[in-house]
């Protein structure tokens, strides 16, 4: 059975960093693309961020380009999101999510159950 | 990159078809046959219903069906039932700066 446990979440002042993980099993963790998509209070989904399955490749979105990094540790079976200069609109629901094939990127086919992140003073 | 188009609401009473418009541009769902449809049911995360424009992973009941013409992708949910009712949202690769984007998403309600 894929599961996905996200961690790291919680409270943070503006300008303050945070690393969510997320420890994946129950398939070949180092085979597929993971992403980041988040979900503030009460809005819709915004896709955050993506890597390869090596690792070799990541993607942003405009909104947290040169302010978070994606990562991944395949011995670990754990993606990473270290986000830096939070600001109050990063506060959101962050899911991890697994993608459907060997080959895509983009098709976010299990996820976990989210960690919330609240960036306030 | 502005996020895709979506009526906020649509209803039907069980056992009707509904359709959900999804509308981009020829940047995103026109250009590319990438676009994926997801259910969220309160509380809860995603779940994959349609990729590749059309395609059902497995487990999805084939009473989802997908379709695209131009820039607008289209969720047709058959034979509505009341385990429907939930959020959808529909995404698509795109060529702008920020590769994937996702559509503000419809309230589905059955009546």
């Known amino acids: 059975e894929v599961q996905l446990l996200e961690s790291g979440g919680g409270l943070v002042q503006p300008g303050g960093s945070l690393r969510l993980s997320c420890a994946a099993s129950?398939?070949?963790?180092?085979?597929?693309?993971m992403s980041w998509v988040r979900q503030a209070p009460g809005k819709g989904l915004e896709w955050v961020s993506a890597?390869?399955?090596?690792?070799?490749?990541?993607y942003y979105a405009d909104s947290v380009k040169g302010r978070f990094t994606i990562s991944r540790d395949n011995s670990k079976n754990t993606l990473y999101l270290q986000m830096n200069s939070l600001r109050a609109e990063d506060t959101a629901e962050f899911y991890c999510?697994?993608?459907?094939?060997?080959?895509?990127?983009?098709?976010?086919?299990?996820w976990g159950q989210g960690a919330l992140v609240t960036v306030s003073s | 990159q502005s996020a895709l188009t979506q009526p906020a609401s649509v209803s039907g009473s069980p056992g009707q078809s509904i359709t959900i418009s999804c509308t981009g541009t020829?940047?995103?769902?026109?250009?590319?046959?990438?676009v994926s449809w997801y259910q969220q049911h309160p509380g809860k995360a995603p779940k994959l219903m349609i990729y590749?424009?059309?395609n059902r992973p497995s487990g999805v009941p084939d009473r989802f069906s997908g379709s695209k013409s131009a820039n607008t992708a289209s969720l047709t949910i058959s034979g509505l039932q009341a385990e429907d009712e939930a959020d959808y949202y529909c995404?698509?690769?795109?060529?702008?700066?920020?590769?994937?984007?996702f559509g503000t998403g419809t309230k589905v309600t059955v009546l």
């Open positions: 020829s940047s995103d769902v026109g250009g590319y046959n990438y």
């Open positions: 890597i390869s399955a090596s690792g070799g490749r990541t």
């Open positions: 999510a697994k993608d459907l094939t060997t080959v895509t990127i983009g098709y976010f086919h299990y």
């Open positions: 129950g398939f070949t963790f180092s085979s597929y693309a």
């Open positions: 995404s698509s690769y795109t060529s702008s700066s920020t590769p994937y984007v």
């Open positions: 590749d424009v059309s």
